[in-house]
């Protein structure tokens, strides 16, 4: 008996220590059986830069460097100038040195399978080459021809660092050796041109970067169509970039370099006004302001054949950036007409005796014509009909003050004009000598017009 009262005892304190437990382990206390095996936590540094952070996040570097304006990755001219000279520094000891590096890189460009590592130190190589001074060798030139189909297979390159090296290095070549690097610019710019569309930015933009370098310091005319046949493309950002260089050309290059292709930059800048994409519309109108500093009988022929919705266009553009002696001389001349137009006529004038206004614009009007090179009011801002009417009744009005109203003065079908002293001429002849005695013209008329009433009622 005392043994199974001991055994009960027993058991029921064992389950209420396993109650127990069950209610330290929901209320994440250590029980009896987690606190016997405790896994001791891992210690941390004091140092929280050494702690591991995930890429992109907050405290840590951003992956693609700092965004620029063509978004993350994107390059511009200042990086490439920087990247110019951040190369390994050589030496060049001899012609036939140079002959050597240059065959190597070349063996290296020309082979895609080669790791694209190497194929990035070698574009690296022309230009520590260039920073040595090997353009002094003849050589060099040389063997530049034989790199035009090496440089081209690098800018088509799956790899986007092999690509920005071969941008980077073209736009040096062109620096350094300007009018020189004319074969090699002529072979590596429609292949700059493709990597335009591309949706990666560090090939986009780099491409973008290598050609305003070429047109900035290459200027050879071979360039031209080029450029020109690429403001057609069928991609729209191609054509907005091609009018931006177009624009640039039109800036940094001198008049004798573009005239053989004067008819070409005219139609290209005419198809541009009337592209379907608005911004490149916008930089063909900018380049319309180039082409007028260059050849202004052309660009106002361009202008002249433009629809007046472009016209009207082109104008607001000019004058919102300040280049309205950019308009030809008749637009010019025209608006000056509609703004003179459009102001309000003064009280004096308004109130004046007719005749005498009459004289004002006369005497204004011979002055006006007798200064050389003034504007002149266009003939069709004026009312032909209303201008014959005022001349007729003006004319009407002095031939009555004189005192000589004639026959043809009058009206046709009135019984003065028959030359008949009838009472109705006697009338008329009492009432014209009264409307001498005054000055009034508007009197005049009225006794002109009563006097055709009162032969229409008999």
Not at 124 to 142: M, P, T
Not at 357 to 386: E, F, M, T
């Amino acid at each position: 008996m005392l043994i199974q009262r001991t055994f009960i005892l027993y058991y029921i304190s064992y389950q209420n220590k396993s109650f127990d437990d069950e209610e330290s382990v929901d209320g994440n206390r250590p029980s009896s059986a987690a606190s016997a095996f405790k896994v001791p936590a891992p210690k941390t540094s004091g140092n929280p830069v050494n702690s591991a952070r995930k890429p992109g996040s907050a405290g840590g570097p951003k992956v693609g460097g700092a965004s620029k304006e063509g978004g993350a990755g994107a390059v511009d001219e200042d990086d490439f100038i920087k990247a110019f000279t951040d190369v390994p520094s050589i030496q060049i000891y001899s012609s036939r040195e140079l002959e050597e590096t240059l065959n190597k890189i070349r063996e290296i460009l020309s082979d895609d399978k080669h790791d694209w590592d190497q194929r990035a130190n070698a574009l690296k190589k022309i230009r520590s080459l260039l920073v040595a001074g090997a353009a002094q060798y003849d050589c060099f030139f040389q063997h530049l021809r034989l790199l035009d189909g090496a440089l081209k297979l690098s800018a088509k390159d799956l790899r986007s660092q092999v690509v920005r090296e071969a941008c980077i290095t073209v736009a040096h070549l062109s620096t350094v050796l300007g009018n020189k690097f004319d074969h090699g610019a002529e072979a590596i710019v429609p292949t700059l041109f493709n990597l335009v569309p591309n949706s990666a930015k560090v090939m986009a933009t780099s491409g973008c970067a290598a050609i305003r370098f070429i047109i900035r310091h290459t200027h050879v005319p071979r360039l031209i169509p080029l450029i020109t046949s690429n403001c057609t493309s069928k991609s729209v950002p191609v054509r907005r970039r091609s009018f931006e260089f177009l624009d640039l050309l039109l800036q940094e290059w001198q008049t004798h370099s573009l005239e053989r292709h004067a008819a070409v930059l005219v139609e290209t800048i005419k198809k541009g006004i009337h592209d379907a994409d608005a911004e490149a519309r916008v930089e063909a109108r900018k380049t319309y302001m180039g082409l007028r500093n260059h050849f202004p009988g052309e660009a106002e022929t361009l202008y002249n054949s433009l629809e007046p919705s472009y016209q009207k266009s082109l104008q607001t553009y000019l004058k919102s950036s300040g280049s309205v002696a950019s308009l030809p001389q008749s637009d010019r001349s025209s608006s000056s007409s509609q703004e003179s137009l459009n102001r309000p006529f003064s009280s004096k004038w308004s109130t004046a005796n007719p005749s005498t206004v009459a004289g004002r614009v006369s005497a204004g009007s011979s002055k006006a014509s007798s200064l050389p090179g003034s504007l002149q009011r266009s003939r069709s801002d004026i009312d032909v009909n209303a201008a014959a009417g005022a001349k007729a009744h003006h004319a009407a009005g002095q031939s009555v003050r004189s005192g000589r109203l004639g026959a043809g003065a009058l009206n046709p079908g009135s019984y003065a004009s028959l030359g008949k002293r009838t009472d109705y001429g006697k009338l008329y002849h009492v009432l014209s000598l009264i409307s001498v005695k005054t000055s009034s013209y508007t009197l005049i008329i009225s006794i002109h017009s009563c006097y055709l009433r009162i032969v229409h009622m008999f």
